[in-house]
């Protein structure tokens, strides 16, 4: 079964940083690209990142250039999304994603970071 | 950016009546659209792909439509695992971009 699993989500403060993980299972994550995508408080999914299944391209959404870096670990068979200086609207639910073709199948079930002094 | 505009935000309707879904585009994105379902608590799913085209496993009640910058999704007849929020997503350029979802409620 195709699954992922996020982890690393917690409370911190503002101009802090967190890691995440997106833990594959089922699949191999180096042959695909992979997406980061997150839901704030009462608000819709908002795209935040990709990889190539190579790892050489990424992209980014404008808010989190600078401060958010996607990697992946093909030992690991996992995502990561290193965030730093984080802000108060960084508030949000994080999910990982698999990459199909541009879109988004399987997603994982997500993991909370709040930003919060 | 291309900005993804759902309409309407909520549709209140009954178990077994139809469910009409917009989406349009602030500029071509060709067929380039998916639509994806997304329950409280739960992972987001993969519904439609390519505008018009149901990922694996998806009941034949749900169907979309669409090119260039209008898309419809439209649910036949609503089953009771149907009511959730509905969403949008291009892929055409970056940065990818989805709507700003449509609820469907029970009425």
């Known amino acids: 079964e195709v699954q992922l699993v996020e982890s690393g989500g917690g409370l911190v403060q503002p101009g802090g940083s967190l890691r995440l993980s997106c833990a594959a299972s089922g699949f191999t994550l180096s042959n695909y690209g992979m997406n980061w995508v997150r839901q704030a408080p009462g608000k819709g999914l908002e795209w935040i990142s990709f990889?190539?299944?190579?790892?050489?391209?990424?992209y980014y959404v404008d808010s989190v250039k600078g401060r958010f870096t996607i990697s992946r670990d093909s030992a690991k068979n996992s995502l990561y999304l290193q965030m730093n200086s984080l802000r108060d609207d960084d508030t949000a639910v994080y999910y990982c994603?698999?990459?199909?073709?541009?879109?988004?199948?399987?997603w994982g079930q997500g993991t909370l970071v709040t930003v919060s002094s | 950016e291309i900005v993804l505009t759902q309409s309407p935000a909520t549709l209140s309707l009954s178990p077994g009546e139809r469910a009409t879904l917009s989406c349009r585009a602030s500029q071509s994105v060709s067929s380039y659209l998916a639509w994806y379902q997304h329950k409280p608590g739960q992972a987001p799913s993969l519904l439609i792909y390519?505008?018009?085209n149901r990922a694996t496993g998806i009941p034949a009640r749900f169907s979309a439509s669409g090119s260039g910058t209008d898309f419809t999704l439209t649910i036949s007849s609503l089953e009771p695992e149907d009511f959730a929020v509905y969403y949008c997503q291009q892929r055409s350029d970056w940065p990818r971009t989805f709507g700003q979802g449509t609820k469907v409620e029970i009425k």
């Open positions: 990889i190539s299944s190579s790892g050489i391209t990424k």
């Open positions: 994603a698999r990459d199909r073709q541009g879109w988004l199948d399987p």
């Open positions: 390519d505008a018009s």
